[in-house]
């Protein structure tokens, strides 16, 4: 019999790491040593995550295959099955299927400069990419992060942002949170991420953006890029709706001809506005 | 392929013997006027005179509700194994034209050459040998005619294919598996017929066809912004009730669910038919739903069939086989549903 597609395979949580208000990130590292060493997963697809007798979720993959020791799933608690996962400590088992869904077209992006446009746990997804990029730095040229988060405790993985990111050459930093509270300390930016994007007003010539985040921010980013003079080609984005199977058959995630689970969720504003989307929406 | 006859009398002899060697699956009456799929026991179950089966022959080759793998679970202990696959051969027998055209369309969803395959869906496939039953009276509902390359006697991807004659069945064998079939049991089987008594008694029963309807260029209509965002699709679905039955009798609706049993320590997963018809089929965490009235859930329905498996697959997702026009409540009819939008555009 051929391969069961739908079957996941056993893994262990390696770390556990507090990541930021309600989303913690796992390390996890599958059981068998060959599928780990082949699993080479492309900046920006996800694997099914379950919890035997709970469910199973597609979750973005936030590492890249350049630390092809583990995985990296940053996880908000937000239903039934996440609520679970938050509880699982390092040393626990979960179950793993992958790598699935369309990747960033990393191949084209190679000699340009790249602008990331996050907010939230956007971030995460995006991140695969950014350390893909870092890890081949000599491949790709300025990078400019703009990332927002409802507040300074909201912002993920403050040490990159913080540390890593900004020491690498050739990259650009901009933070900006909604709001903050009085014990936040926080003396940067306040304001929307799409406001940012328009101040920081990246030049479309050799460019190439990435935008992941809230639907709203990702309505007024993509408006904002195309006033910038962006090409539809130029603006690359993710989709995301429930799913169930991510392998394109079992039939939820379906706009028009495609699946998002297989062939997205990553999509450029060509595909997008191919799809039979009602205006309103 | 080659073209032959067997008596009606030696037809239940043929199956009562394939009985013996393989598992038989035909038409049964389950219950009163309730006809469906089933394994047969003896020829004798097999109903032979029937429009069609209440639900298609999909519930063969994709099951109801499928057992995918089973697991033994504590928090830091995990074994999950593949169930013991499907052994022995199967035939399927009595499939109408429309449900083996369905099977193609399947075929395009669930074994198609990635690596993504439905290793269940394949395997059935792998081990069934088709017969195929032309329809001699095509019902009230039916209208596999109006559409591309079938008819109330084409043989799709049948393996063997019988129409009824007087007093016998033309046999068309198409396939490897058909030839196998035919000459293991050659004795039932006689030369009699030619490839123009088929096509003369094809235009017979085509004659008798009750509904036919215009699809030419339905799926250019269905493209058109105007006819997805038109306010044809909220009256449409006034009448909606959710009921879902249209999607589960649908030869060609394939959607699932995913989900868990376990009791203790130990479970399965398994998988059941589910339904674009349902609130909840697209509803994600957080309350978003990108379908969240009738409206959208009818239109995706029916656009689903006649654009988006076309522009995906190459082929309409509609065989004609009329099963959601008898079976729907409120009388929510595709072919008015052509027709009304060709008058959209």
């Known amino acids: ?281 | 392929m080659s073209t032959k006859a067997i008596d009606k009398n030696k037809l239940s002899e043929l199956l009562n013997s394939l009985l013996f060697k393989q598992t038989l699956i035909a038409p049964v009456e389950a219950e009163e006027d309730i006809l469906l799929f089933k394994n047969v026991e003896s020829a004798d179950q097999v109903v032979l005179d029937y429009q069609n089966t209440i639900t298609p022959v999909k519930d063969w080759f994709f099951s109801q509700t499928e057992e995918l793998f089973e697991f033994k679970n504590k928090i830091t202990e995990l074994e999950i194994n593949d169930l013991p696959a499907t052994d022995g051969e199967y035939i399927l027998f009595g499939a109408r034209p429309c449900d083996l055209k369905s099977v193609e369309l399947l075929d395009l969803v669930f074994d198609e050459d990635g690596e993504f395959s439905d290793s269940f869906y394949k395997e059935k496939r792998d081990r069934t040998t088709i017969i195929g039953l032309s329809c001699s009276e095509p019902g009230a509902y039916c209208f596999c005619n109006s559409l591309d390359g079938l008819s109330p006697t084409a043989t799709c991807n049948a393996d063997i294919m019988l129409t009824e004659m007087d007093g016998d069945y033309l046999v068309e064998v198409l396939t490897d598996k058909g030839e196998k079939l035919v000459s293991d049991n050659s004795s039932y089987f006689s030369d009699k017929y030619s490839e123009e008594d088929k096509e003369t008694r094809t235009e017979e029963i085509v004659s008798n066809m009750k509904l036919t309807v215009d699809v030419d260029d339905i799926e250019a209509i269905m493209q058109k912004e105007d006819v997805y965002l038109s306010d044809y699709w909220q009256e449409l679905s006034l009448k909606c009730l959710g009921c879902a039955v249209c999607t589960y009798i649908c030869p060609t609706c394939h959607c699932y669910d995913i989900r868990d049993y376990s009791r203790g320590n130990a479970g399965i997963r398994y998988r059941c038919w589910d339904s674009c018809m349902f609130n909840d089929f697209t509803e994600a965490a957080g309350d978003h739903n990108p379908r969240p009235t009738r409206r959208e859930r009818v239109r995706q329905r029916f656009m689903h069939k006649l654009r988006f498996f076309d522009e995906r697959y190459g082929d309409t997702g509609c065989v004609g086989c009329g099963r959601c026009l008898e079976k729907c409540p409120v009388n929510l009819d595709i072919t008015r549903v052509i027709s009304d939008v060709k008058e959209l555009a």
């Open chain 1, 1 to 281: 019999m051929s391969k069961n597609p739908l079957r996941p395979y056993p893994a262990t949580i390696t770390e556990v790491r507090d990541e930021s208000v309600g989303i913690k990130t796992f390390k996890v590292v599958l059981d068998d040593e060959e599928m780990m060493k082949d699993f080479n997963q492309e900046p920006g697809q996800c694997a099914q995550l379950s919890i035997m007798g709970v469910g199973e979720a597609m979750i973005s993959i936030t590492s890249p295959r350049t630390r092809s020791e583990y995985l990296e799933f940053s996880i908000a608690a937000v239903g039934k099955l996440t609520d679970v996962i938050h509880e699982l400590e390092e040393g626990d088992k979960i179950a793993l299927r992958g790598p699935l869904g369309s990747s960033f077209p990393y191949q084209k992006m190679q000699g340009k400069d790249l602008v990331f446009i996050a907010g939230g746990i956007g971030l995460a997804p995006l991140r695969s990419l950014i350390n893909f990029v870092f890890d081949n730095r000599e491949d790709y040229g300025h990078v400019d992060i703009i990332y927002g988060a409802r507040s300074p405790k909201h912002l993920c993985f403050k040490e990159e942002l913080f540390e890593t990111w900004p020491s690498i050459d050739d990259v650009d930093l901009y933070l900006t949170v909604d709001g903050t509270d009085e014990d936040d300390n926080w003396d940067g930016r306040t304001g929307y991420v799409p406001d940012y994007l328009k101040d920081v007003d990246p030049d479309p010539e050799g460019r190439i953006t990435v935008t992941c985040g809230p639907p709203i921010m990702i309505k007024f980013v993509l408006e904002a890029l195309q006033d910038m003079g962006f090409e539809d080609e130029q603006i690359i984005t993710t989709l995301e709706l429930n799913m169930k199977c991510g392998i394109g058959k079992c039939g939820r995630c379906n706009i028009g001809n495609k699946y998002i689970c297989l062939d997205g969720p990553v999509f450029d504003l060509t595909e997008i506005k191919e799809l039979p989307i009602d205006k309103e929406l």
